[in-house]
């Protein structure tokens, strides 16, 4: 059961198209996982409806329906084409794994510590970074803070962070407010999506050591 969903004012970003790429990912991610979330676009996505309609359609440019189309599809827990082994499909939600488009085994994993993978991901934007975050079962991230917003979406184990658990498809969406060391559930390894909009700032004892490797 999804405990940690998107906030309302990023749903009303996702649903008006103002959402970047990367960001867009988490949410469209998130709503593959969440019925009630994508109840919420839906509705979202009515007012907007009435809204076009109450100020008239002449104003829109010619593909403004086949944009808004697109946008409805977009959310769909559709099945993926991609012939992917059985681990990827299971951790990878529909509109991330056309995203990434291959196996987790044919990504290029880089050691970011003893217990710690990153495989970053194509992203549209130089602003964001977006990535798969492995680590092992029971062990710590670096804390660290950051200088913009991270979204931290879990596809497979569990994180343990300030008090609350995140699962399967559940959304932790911080800021530069926020300091956090993350903990990856005992029972197996931990797969999550990471995007970040500026680089994070590791605060633990091995921050002088590990910051060259974890540049934006
Ligand atoms: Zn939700």
Redo the contacts with the bound molecule.
Sequence with gaps: M?RH??AHDLLVDYASGSLPEAPSLVVAT?LAC?A??REDVRRIEDIGGALLESVGTASLGPDALAAALDRLDKHEPETTELRLDEESRKVLPGPLARHVHRNLGDLRWRRLGPCIEEAVLASASPIFKTALLRVAAGAAMPAHTHGGHEYTLVLKGGIRDGGAEYRHGDVMSLDDTHEHKPVATEDEECICLVVLDAPVRLTGRFARLLNPFIKH
């Design positions: 999804i969903h998107i998130h969440c009630s979330c």
